[in-house]
């Protein structure tokens, strides 16, 4: 069950002034479901992006990626779901690209200027005659409040729809962003996770987007873990139509470049943490936050091997406060560290210092933070400044459950 | 369910001359069950050993390697299960000294030439009460045909006790090898795994032993990961008593240092194997062999990316022929692969190739290999000639069953 998380209500979803959404029910891999996405830009939109480095990364992204890159400006994205046209070698190519040159077609624009995504089995060939089929009735349903049913048409085993809205005021005048993301297992983003949109009507010039989805995105969805499996299709897109009446950014020293970067890295936040609230089996949703690292680097790779600890995570399933698990953990993470200095906190519970249980810690205070649905781990290395966190969830009988019946 | 594995029956296991075994009932963590083992050694037997390098590494493995460093020649070894002194701070080494103390009163002999070994919960003080007490009992019970017991005493969530014999000639004259592990969760080990004990009446020099105990267990112990978890308690000894008639090995020339390095290394990868069996909630073996790599360290990149998956372990649990996950696990490992090139066989039938599904690979096939109970995984990545294997275990509901109530 997902974690302390709901899908907003459809009307709490703010349209985006130049961004139609249209999705349908193509049977792509089950019937009486949307499983198809489209979204139509305004001609003067900017789109960056960032992409999964999954070495066998799908077809989608490796079309998407080169069509973003050629600059043509892009004016649709199609997205399904039920198959991730991953693992599908030339044949897998062609189907993206046929996919884009009928939505071109569909659009009246070029093949290059649509962007593909596709989420679901790996290996298996895309039914591109479905999605094709499909494609008119994504187009017939274009409209501006359609966020709600496109956050529900990209879901593979989400239980809930992920998306949230956010208006900011840039120089007196109103912004608005909307994003929608899916994911629930396969999860360990580098670069980007599984699928996110974030669009807003502010104008921003396409190298200051492409900076800033590469800020939020490290920030959130690079900060989340499922299951410690990078996914071959993970992208995060983010999209500017420029028909809100502020100014359009086009320098990075602007106050209103940082204030928007923040908003998109809220949202971005949000949609990221969603996905860890509804991970795969869920039961709780853990923060880990480690601090007084030498470097970033050095804090990514402790917390990563405390979410990544499946010890760790049953341990949390269970409720039991094993907290040993997590000093193992920590030990294992690859750096040099000298546990004598090392403090760790289970919410405002002082657990362990001086290479052992502190000697303060009582069993029924671990036993009363293991209990909450939203638990907080504090890892304090005491040998520098740096500081990250990192947000997962714990690992269950429904994990297996779930992936062990994927397919079926 | 152990996958095809079980104990040897007692008289399967062949005493080793000037090595004797005592165990007890100390009620370390639970009543009725052996949980402490002292081995006692002849004079002129050399140990030599690798541990852990997980740097919250127990209290144990920093005294016993101490003693063995310190060259005074090793005379006992003592070993708990049910609390693994780990994450126990100053009281925890004072209470593994005291243990070294008390073995080598009640033996003759110095506390420095005792090495102390624990496994079990993290972070909760040592019963070191109880252990002194169950210590006159191991004593009582000393005796060479005692292998069978000893493998018993050193289990934690071992369903079964792994132990191996083995006889080779040296220069016309027997050898004899024994060996015993324990281990089931927190298995990814680097530098050794939880507990193994290997004991030879060859004569081995201690620097050729050290270095005779290194390959092997890069061999084996090295290749083998049930969890990713490495363990804060993970340590292998090799001992040699020197009491069989084959002449002292002193030169790593000498071809009987080959062919008993070749018999250690064979016994310690059939009880690795067994670890891996015998892994928590295992219901398959999984051999992953990567070769073509540029060097070894990428093939075990590619190994491990795929033996740790949560979603390829659970798609062999699930007997389902969901094989793209093993493509998308390697393209995660993280290194500059060209996809196109690489071939995935699973035992005899090719499933990928040309960055896709191989075009004569069919379901039934798949599926026909996915029902068995030992699985080979075969990944050429044709770029070199370095090849590594590595062993894992499936990922079930009772993984996580276990390891939600280990301490209850």
């Known amino acids: 069950m997902p974690v302390n998380l709901q899908t907003p209500a459809a009307d709490a979803l703010l349209p985006i002034n130049g961004l139609l959404l249209g999705t349908a029910e193509a049977n792509i891999k089950k019937p009486n479901r949307k499983d198809l996405l489209v979204m139509q830009l305004a001609p003067q939109a900017t789109?960056?992006?960032?992409?999964?480095?999954?070495?066998?990364?799908?077809?989608?992204?490796?079309?998407?990626?080169?069509?973003?890159?050629?600059?043509?400006?892009?004016?649709?994205?199609?997205?399904?779901?039920?198959?991730?046209?991953?693992?599908?070698?030339?044949?897998?190519?062609?189907?993206?690209?046929?996919?884009?040159?009928?939505?071109?077609?569909?659009?009246?624009?070029?093949?290059?200027?649509?962007?593909?995504?596709?989420?679901?089995?790996?290996?298996?060939?895309?039914?591109?005659?479905?999605?094709?089929?499909?494609?008119?009735?994504?187009?017939?349903?274009?409209?501006?409040?359609?966020?709600?049913?496109?956050?529900?048409?990209?879901?593979?085993?989400?239980?809930?729809?992920?998306?949230?809205?956010?208006?900011?005021?840039?120089?007196?005048?109103?912004?608005?962003?909307?994003g929608i993301a899916k994911g629930s297992g396969m999860i360990h983003p580098n670069m980007a996770t599984m699928l996110g949109y974030i669009a807003t009507d502010a104008a921003v010039a396409q190298p200051l987007l492409q900076r800033m989805v590469k800020h939020a995105c490290d920030a959130s969805f690079n900060c989340i873990t499922v299951d410690g499996d990078t996914s071959t299709n993970d992208a995060l897109m983010l999209i500017a139509t420029g028909k809100s009446e502020a100014l359009a950014i086009t320098d990075a020293q602007d106050a209103a470049f940082d204030k928007l970067q923040a908003a998109v890295t809220e949202v971005a936040t949000l949609l990221a943490q969603a996905i860890v609230r509804d991970g795969e089996g869920a039961t709780k949703f853990i923060t880990i936050k480690v601090e007084g690292g030498k470097n970033i680097a050095e804090c990514r790779q402790v917390a990563y091997a405390v979410a990544r600890s499946p010890l760790v995570k049953t341990a949390f399933f269970a409720s039991d406060p094993n907290l040993g698990r997590i000093l193992a953990a920590i030990g294992y993470a690859g750096i040099d560290l000298d546990v004598q200095h090392l403090k760790l906190y289970l919410n405002d519970v002082l657990v362990a210092e001086h290479g052992g249980r502190a000697a303060s810690y009582r069993e029924e205070d671990g036993q009363r933070v293991m209990q909450q649905s939203d638990i907080a781990v504090r890892v304090l290395l005491e040998r520098g400044t740096a500081a990250t966190t990192v947000w997962t969830c714990d690992f269950s009988y429904d994990y297996v459950k779930i992936n062990a019946s994927y397919r079926s």
Chains 1, 2 share one sequence.
């Open 47 to 178: 789109v960056a992006g960032v992409f999964t480095q999954n070495r066998f990364c799908a077809a989608p992204v490796i079309v998407a990626r080169e069509h973003l890159a050629s600059g043509k400006g892009i004016r649709a994205l199609v997205v399904n779901t039920g198959n991730a046209n991953a693992g599908t070698g030339k044949n897998g190519l062609a189907s993206a690209l046929v996919t884009c040159v009928e939505v071109a077609s569909l659009l009246g624009c070029e093949a290059g200027q649509v962007l593909p995504f596709s989420t679901g089995v790996i290996m298996e060939e895309l039914p591109l005659e479905r999605i094709i089929a499909g494609l008119p009735s994504c187009v017939a349903d274009l409209r501006e409040d359609n966020w709600f049913n496109a956050a529900h048409a990209i879901m593979t085993t989400d239980i809930v729809a992920k998306a949230v809205s956010k208006q900011i005021t840039l120089a007196g005048k109103t912004v608005t962003l909307t």
